[in-house]
């Protein structure tokens, strides 16, 4: 069936360094790809999308392109702030499906 | 402002009781969802439901129920049978049943044993 394998975390990192965490996903057909971000006690936010090979999908200086080649969803964001310290969770979902797969989470902690 | 919200923030439960957690949707939504998320750990499908008065068992629905008799409503009973509860429980909605539609979630409810 479908998956999504993140790299384990947590990755540490210091203010301003640059930012890859690694997602790579197994599904028939030409599935959605999506990045959460959960702070600290609170639910998921959708952090990007991206809905057919070679999108990239963009928000708050995150980036992810969509790979079908590698089946790859790679998160990066050039410069990290101490305040994008959360959990981020890369999922995809199959075209005329109900569900979301989500991969396990990866905790990023920034410091100053 | 459109979206979801879970009541109560926390939760706390006896032995042998039955509790229900809240979750409302202003955003004219089909569909609704809950996960169980415990400590350091992703998320695990418990129900969903893609339209009124029908609802699905997810990947760990022993010991939870739930219904959906409104479309903005999708409350979920952890019943005395679900031996663990005690974990941080997210509900989410989506638009419709496509494939590019992300779900939206709420802030969650921790539930913990007294």
């Not at chain 2, 068992?57 to 129920?65: L, T």
Request: charged share 20%.
């Amino acid at each position: 069936g479908d998956s999504v394998t993140q790299m384990e975390g947590p990755v540490t990192l210091s203010e301003e360094a640059f930012l890859t965490i690694n997602c790579t996903y197994t599904a028939t057909g030409y599935p959605s790809l999506f990045w959460y971000v959960q702070y600290p006690g609170e639910g998921l936010q959708l952090l990007l999308k991206a809905t057919k090979a070679d999108d990239k999908g963009s928000n708050k200086g995150f980036e992810a392109t969509y790979r079908k080649e590698t089946t790859s969803f790679h998160l990066e964001k050039g410069s990290v702030q101490v305040s994008d310290s959360a959990v981020y969770f890369c999922a995809l979902s199959g075209y005329n499906t109900d569900k979301l797969i989500f991969g396990t989470g990866t905790r990023l902690q920034v410091f100053p | 402002d459109g979206g979801i919200t879970q009541s109560p923030k926390y939760l706390f439960r006896k032995e042998g009781q039955n509790v229900t957690l809240s979750c409302e949707q202003n955003l004219n939504h089909d569909a609704m969802y809950w996960y169980r998320q415990d400590p350091g750990q992703g998320l695990r499908l418990i129900y969903y439901s893609q339209i009124v008065n029908d609802f699905q068992k997810g990947d760990i629905a022993e010991g939870y129920s739930v219904s959906r008799e409104k479309k903005e409503s999708f409350p979920l009973t952890v019943t005395s049978a679900q031996k663990n509860p005690t974990a941080f429980y997210l509900c989410a909605s989506r638009l419709q049943i496509s494939g590019n539609q992300p779900q939206h979630f709420g802030d969650g409810t921790r539930l913990s044993i007294l």
